[in-house]
């Protein structure tokens, strides 16, 4: 009776990369502890996943060194550290028509540990993604929130920060939010730059899935990506 799909397989067109070894760096810092009850950047790979998963298309999980060329759309959530090539890899994803998500507290250290000089996110993604991580805040639960300015989502254009808010520069990004409240207020959120013949987000803020749900489906609509 299974003779009909026996060997069958799902060729998933977005990916996730989650990196055992970068999440141990990230866990071995101080000061990333975050409020009780706050989502940790550790976390936040699973929160992309699941969003991804609750727009019903597939998703793999792979790790930095795999190969991208499958793929259409991949996600970089607090990929604190970038091991050798994979900056360059990731460029050239994009430049042959990949879309790529970057999302908070990544490539801020090499695979030895060592933080990258000339600016974050490092190893060229800074220039690459257009934009400079200067510094990173940890809001209390309710007291960051993220404005959309080029788009809402269902009618909604204001989602709060569940986690660590970045504070970038835009260099040369297209600035699709910015943040509502506090000392960084209006400064940018989330970016978009066209590279190529693909695109980079860089998402500043840690979010739930109540944005990011609704980010990656108008993502897959855009790029005709649901099956």
Request: proline residues 5%.
């Amino acid at each position: 009776q299974i003779a009909e799909v026996q060997g069958a397989t799902i060729n998933a067109e977005c990916a996730v990369i989650y990196d055992g070894e970068s999440r141990w760096a990230l866990n071995a810092t101080c000061g990333f502890e975050g409020f009780p009850g706050q989502n940790k950047d550790k976390d936040m790979p699973l929160v992309h996943y699941g969003s991804l998963w609750a727009c019903n298309v597939s998703v793999a999980v792979i790790e930095q060194l795999s190969d991208f060329s499958p793929y259409r759309l991949i996600v970089v959530p607090s990929l604190y550290m970038l091991k050798s090539g994979v900056a360059k890899r990731l460029m050239e994803f994009v430049e042959n028509g990949g879309i790529l998500v970057v999302s908070t507290m990544s490539a801020v250290v090499d695979e030895t540990n060592r933080v990258f000089l000339n600016g974050l996110p490092g190893d060229g993604l800074r220039e690459f993604c257009g934009v400079w991580s200067e510094d990173v805040d940890s809001p209390a639960p309710g007291e960051q929130k993220v404005h959309l300015t080029k788009f809402t989502i269902n009618g909604e254009n204001l989602f709060p920060v569940i986690g660590r808010a970045e504070i970038i520069h835009a260099e040369d990004a297209e600035v699709l939010a910015t943040y509502e409240l506090d000392f960084y207020e209006k400064q940018p959120a989330i970016t978009r730059k066209k590279v190529g013949k693909g695109l980079v987000y860089y998402i500043a803020a840690d979010l739930g899935p109540e944005f990011l749900t609704e980010f990656y489906l108008v993502l897959f609509y855009m790029f005709y990506m649901f099956p």
